[in-house]
């Protein structure tokens, strides 16, 4: 037994000193004080990078007013840590990065990140009224990944799927659900990495605000079983537009077909979904946003709730006559006012507006950016299933 007990000890204190020595990997050395970045300060924020043989270094933010090339120099201190302090940027969710001697690195201090496609940037979060949905809420709805059987593709495909707080322990409770879509370089993991969206649901139903709903967030590349982290060989892309004029519709909007008539389906089939037009709303961003609108055109009495957000599509004056025909409750019209894509939003407004279709048509500062469809989400997902 003394043994025993000898052993535990042992093994005891072979764990911490373990856990000293992963502890002691993010000193700089005996007494150096800990690097913090991004540190909020009252009204400013202050980005610190140990690089002990750079030359120069410098911070670029997606708050700067040129988010693709704009930097600011940061100043060498003691224990080669370079810094640079600026005056905190409007609430909103911000992504950074230093460039050291030319070089785009990631800050090694931050653990908040979104990916963006193929990129992962580090992220800053401004608390305020803006803001205040896009944190953690108190109850958390659950976030899984399910994969259905596609015949109109040609192979299985992954999922995002968000429940609501209270899913699970309410087993004969029925949900609506939104159909959540990215843009162009996203993947079904997109609007939960930086769209914020599981937060955004949570926070408005927790509030009363919102419906307790189903968000369905699908892979809108018809090449792709799945997002690119899962190392899946991916088709090649059909771009030949001689050839895509040659398809039929269906043909050329196959993965719109696949969501209407296969995910739609399994939705209903596997989850505890309302399997009526007025328990389905679709939402998209730019390219998501364009298959939103071909969706409702090709499946006009599907979705009661409509919401093209940024959108590369427009619909025919035919085509908005039917969805009103089919008794649409809520078509959500968004776009940002200096978005490239905003003269055809005002198209697509002024085709609704002169079919009668019953819309609302939110104009936002800014361009194409989730900061926008961000916004665009916390304020049309109170508006759904009323």
């Not at 298959?291 to 085509?319: R, V």
């Amino acid at each position: 037994m003394k043994r025993f007990f000898t052993l535990v000890a042992a093994s005891l204190a072979i764990t911490a000193s373990l856990q000293a020595q992963e502890l002691a990997n993010f000193s700089f050395g005996r007494g150096a004080r800990p690097v913090i970045s991004p540190e909020i300060q009252n009204d400013s924020v202050t980005f610190r990078l140990k690089a002990d043989y750079a030359t120069v270094v410098k911070l670029s933010g997606s708050w700067m007013p040129n988010p693709y090339g704009g930097t600011i120099d940061m100043v060498r201190g003691e224990n080669n840590v370079w810094e640079v302090k600026i005056p905190l940027p409007e609430p909103e969710i911000y992504t950074y990065n230093f460039v050291v001697d030319g070089v785009a690195v990631n800050d090694p201090q931050n653990v908040l990140v979104q990916r963006d496609g193929t990129r992962y940037l580090p992220m800053l979060m401004v608390p305020g009224a803006r803001t205040e949905n896009y944190g953690e809420a108190t109850k958390h709805g659950t976030v899984s990944h399910p994969w259905y059987d596609s015949k109109v593709l040609g192979f299985a495909r992954r999922l995002t799927v968000y429940t609501p707080y209270g899913y699970e322990a309410n087993p004969k409770k029925k949900y609506p659900v939104l159909y959540l879509l990215h843009g162009a370089g996203g993947d079904e993991e997109a609007w939960i990495s930086m769209g914020r969206a599981a937060q955004i649901l949570d926070n408005l139903i927790e509030k009363g605000l919102a419906e307790p709903m189903i968000v369905v967030m699908p892979n809108g590349n018809a090449n792709q079983q799945a997002a690119r982290t899962l190392n899946i060989p991916e088709k090649p892309m059909q771009w030949d537009r001689n050839a895509m004029q040659n398809m039929s519709e269906r043909e050329r909007n196959s993965y719109v077909v696949s969501l209407c008539e296969e995910i739609v389906p399994f939705i209903e089939k596997n989850f505890r979904a309302i399997a009526k037009p007025e328990a389905r709303a679709i939402a998209g961003l730019s390219m998501g946003g364009g298959h939103t609108i071909t969706a409702s055109n090709m499946y006009p009495a599907m979705f009661d709730y409509i919401c093209p957000l940024s959108a590369a599509g427009s619909a025919t004056p035919e085509q908005v006559a039917t969805l009103k025909k089919a008794g649409v409750k809520l078509y959500f019209l968004a776009c940002g006012n200096t978005d490239f894509l905003f003269q055809g939003s005002q198209t697509l407004d002024k085709t609704l507006t002169e079919q009668g279709l019953k819309h609302e048509f939110f104009v936002s500062e800014g361009g194409h950016t989730w900061a926008n469809w961000r916004l665009y989400l916390n304020t049309f997902a109170p508006k759904l299933f009323k």
